[in-house]
């Protein structure tokens, strides 16, 4: 029986250290068709512009993901039993204009830069206290003591939940990005489906923020609430949102800063100059975010026959914007592959997306990163990976960039 080749995209090896297959895919096939599929992997930073600038094309409300089964064949598939997400609205990332900035508007308030801004001080207690211990140790699980736990209570005060709701709200949100990871066996599918609806605290919230004539809208279950009751969300998408906070809200930043703090623990140089010159620390996050984003990409469903790149792409096809390899693009910038903290217009990047779907998280993200790095810096004199570079390694998924662990030593 002929089988279909497998595509470097799902080699163990090219998970772990992707960016020579990105620069290949750049460099000779920007619109790179994954065989076996109708998927293709969109790699060069104008063309994922020329992609997100035309959703009358290029439609986010795509609901299935890559995929390699047991038998070692790629596909495409939906997360869900039943209908897929083509067949249900879409919801921010996965909504097209005019629903997209309708949702978007429900949240404008609670998640602005502004609003994002006032909570510098909470967050940094948080850190502050979370780093304290390990100071007197000398040594810091990073992933599972700071980057996981942490962003997930930010989440939780946002979304107006108690903190110790925040467990919950990780595992939820862990299930849901993993169940698109592509490398799920089937019977650990409906494990996952079980873990993603259990959203316990978060419809508790609902409910009662449903049952007043005036819900607390600084926090998003009341603005969810209201902008149900006002006729600006039925509860569908009112559900949609919270689901997608709960898996994206805190992924982001955990994997920022995961990367971060690596990159910084290998870099005793680049410590010193940021400990000496903290207004660059911003700068610092914005070159993490581009060169190791968060998530490895997002789909677009192709409404039309149409060229991109000068390669015909059928309708209903699905195309996959790479965003780490769009942020090491050499036309786009120059070293593209190294750290510079004096980068002109370091926001020009796409690890948080771009243009109507920029990350409607990404003023916390950026704000949990700057304040963690701050005070990793300010509390230390040095810090350093205690095992063996080699030896740490990433989440086996097609979506996300997140270490599974980072053992620190630390220096006061």
């Known amino acids: 029986m002929e089988t279909t080749a497998v595509d470097p995209l799902f080699d163990p090896l090219v998970l772990e250290q992707p960016h020579d297959y990105y620069a290949q895919l750049r460099q000779s096939d920007p619109v790179h068709l994954v065989e076996g599929t109708n998927a293709y992997l969109v790699s060069r930073l104008d063309l994922i512009h020329e992609v997100i600038a035309n959703p009358k094309i290029y439609s986010s409300n795509s609901g299935e993901f890559l995929y390699l089964s047991e038998s070692n064949q790629p596909g495409l598939r939906s997360p869900m039993d039943g209908p897929t997400v083509d067949d249900m609205p879409g919801v921010l990332a996965t909504a097209d204009p005019p629903d997209h900035g309708r949702q978007r508007k429900v949240l404008s308030r609670v998640l602005s830069t502004a609003a994002i801004n006032k909570r510098e001080g909470e967050f940094r ?99 969810c609430a209201q902008a149900v009751a006002n006729g600006d969300l039925d509860e569908m998408e009112a559900f949609g949102i919270l689901g997608i906070l709960m898996a994206a809200g805190g992924e982001s930043t955990t994997s920022l800063l995961g990367t971060g703090a690596r990159i910084l623990a290998e870099r005793p140089d680049l410590q010193d100059r940021l400990r000496a010159q903290p207004d660059l620390v911003p700068v610092f996050v914005e070159e993490v975010c581009r060169i190791e984003p968060p998530f490895r990409g997002h789909y677009r469903q192709v409404l039309a026959d149409t060229t991109l790149g000068d390669v015909a792409i059928p309708q209903g096809s699905r195309l996959v914007l790479l965003w780490p390899a769009a942020n090491r693009d050499e036309e786009a910038y120059d070293q593209a592959n190294d750290i510079d903290v004096h980068r002109p217009n370091p926001r020009r990047h796409v690890g948080f997306g771009w243009g109507i779907h920029l990350c409607v998280g990404a003023p916390l993200a950026r704000l949990e990163a700057k304040v963690t790095f701050e005070r990793l810096l300010e509390l230390t004199s040095s810090f350093s990976i205690e095992v063996p570079a080699t030896s740490l390694h990433h989440h086996k998924s097609l979506m996300i960039r997140r270490l599974i662990e980072l053992p620190l030593l630390v220096s006061s």
């Open 125 to 223: 207690q948080l850190i502050d206290s979370a780093l304290e211990p390990h100071l007197i140790s000398g040594h810091v699980e990073w992933m599972s003591e700071i980057a996981e736990p942490l962003p997930m209570i930010m989440v939780a005060r946002l979304l107006g939940v108690d903190d110790d709701a925040a467990p919950v709200l990780k595992a939820q949100g862990y299930a849901s990005v993993e169940q698109i990871s592509g490398f799920v066996p089937e019977e650990r599918r409906q494990i996952l489906m079980e873990k993603m609806t259990e959203l316990g605290p978060v419809i508790d919230g609902y409910v009662a923020a449903r049952s007043v004539d005036d819900p607390d809208q600084s926090n998003v279950i009341g603005a």
